[in-house]
């Protein structure tokens, strides 16, 4: 019998030891295909809630469902064998108390055997960290510009304009690692606040939108891959993917249309067995 190659997932732990190393690389994946793509070559795969925007065309995240990243976390269980695979919790699914926070990221990691959640963690979510660390929850903080509270924010901006708002985004980060976050993603910070909060705390900061300071990177895959006609400041396009598709797409309807596909290599011709 011939032995079964397994390969060893990367855990919490492996990502909180890499504080001040080789940089993490990390992005997003919401199904199966993509993630076994990126699977190879990324220490953390984050089932973002930016799946309602990106995938099912929502104009922000606050529509996104618990039975959604779930759904989602699933597929990517199912294409990813070798990073961490975090799932999002969605708005309303962990701010009410602790012990909602935690029967909720409790069923998520059951349902998709995933090995973390991330939450938005403003100054309050302290106590839901801690009670869900303390309960064998692995936990990614996230602070700077939070996209749940865009709308009570007024919009996608930037943080680190004033000194109130740096001292509030470092508390943030300050309270998710003393309340037991094992990593901290900082989104949409000025250059020198992400250096600042990246040399306060003990954890990996992993950036969206926070400079080359943070201890890793993370992109929403489809922005940096160029699915998008607009895509944030802090985006590198890789490729042009919206293009090739388009391209791709042209070119099959051109060939449909003069009946040129399917031409005799796609189709089936059987020999006939009489019964």
Same mark, same amino acid.
């Given at each position: 019998?011939s032995a079964? !190659?397994?390969?060893?997932?990367?855990?919490?732990?492996? %990502?909180?030891?890499?504080?001040?190393?080789?940089p993490?690389?990390?992005?997003?994946?919401?199904?199966?295909?993509?993630?076994?793509?990126?699977?190879?070559?990324?220490?953390?795969?984050?089932?973002? /809630?930016?799946?309602?925007? &990106?995938?099912h065309?929502?104009a +922000?995240?606050?529509?996104?469902?618990?039975?959604?990243?779930?759904?989602?976390?699933?597929?990517?269980?199912?294409?990813?064998?070798?990073?961490?695979?975090?799932v999002?919790m969605?708005?309303? +699914?962990?701010?009410?108390?602790?012990?909602?926070?935690?029967?909720?990221?409790?069923? %998520?990691m059951?349902?998709?055997?995933?090995?973390? !959640?991330?939450?938005?963690?403003?100054?309050?979510?302290?106590?839901?960290?801690?009670?869900?660390?303390?309960?064998?929850?692995? &936990?990614?903080?996230?602070?700077?510009?939070?996209?749940?509270?865009?709308?009570?924010?007024?919009?996608?901006?930037? *943080?680190? *304009?004033t000194? @109130?708002?740096?001292?509030? &985004?470092i508390?943030?980060?300050? %309270?998710a690692?003393?309340?037991?976050?094992?990593? !901290?993603?900082?989104?949409?910070? /000025?250059?020198d606040?992400?250096?600042?909060?990246?040399?306060?705390?003990k954890?990996?900061? !992993?950036?969206?939108?926070?400079?080359?300071?943070?201890?890793g990177?993370?992109?929403?895959?489809?922005?940096?891959?160029? &699915?998008? =006609?607009?895509?944030?400041?802090?985006? *590198?396009?890789? =490729?042009?993917m919206?293009?090739?598709?388009?391209?791709a797409?042209?070119?099959? @309807?051109?060939?449909v249309?003069a009946?040129?596909?399917? +031409?005799s290599?796609?189709?089936? +011709?059987?020999?006939?067995? /009489?019964?």
């Open positions: 019998m079964q !190659i397994q390969t060893r997932r990367i855990t919490a732990a492996d %990502i909180r030891a890499r504080k001040g190393l080789e993490l690389v990390c992005l997003t994946a919401y199904d199966a295909p993509m993630a076994r793509l990126l699977d190879p070559h990324c220490d953390l795969l984050l089932v973002g /809630d930016s799946v309602g925007m &990106v995938v065309g929502l +922000s995240t606050i529509g996104v469902t618990l039975e959604m990243m779930i759904l989602h976390g699933q597929a990517v269980m199912r294409g990813a064998n070798r990073a961490l695979v975090a999002d969605p708005f309303g +699914s962990y701010e009410k108390s602790p012990q909602q926070a935690f029967e909720n990221a409790a069923r %998520i059951c349902e998709t055997g995933c090995q973390a !959640i991330k939450i938005e963690s403003g100054t309050y979510a302290g106590a839901t960290i801690e009670f869900m660390a303390q309960r064998s929850i692995p &936990v990614i903080g996230h602070v700077g510009l939070r996209p749940q509270a865009a709308l009570a924010e007024g919009g996608f901006k930037a *943080k680190g *304009k000194g @109130a708002e740096r001292a509030r &985004v508390e943030e980060a300050v %309270i690692e003393k309340s037991g976050a094992f990593a !901290i993603v900082i989104e949409g910070v /000025d250059e606040l992400a250096r600042e909060i990246t040399q306060t705390v954890v990996p900061t !992993i950036g969206i939108g926070a400079s080359g300071h943070c201890d990177q993370i992109l929403v895959t489809q922005d940096m891959l160029g &699915v998008f =006609d607009w895509t944030p400041k802090f985006v *590198k396009r890789y =490729d042009n919206a293009e090739r598709t388009a391209a797409v042209a070119r099959y @309807a051109g060939e249309r009946r040129s596909f399917p +031409s290599d796609e189709t089936y +011709s059987l020999t006939r067995i /009489d019964s």
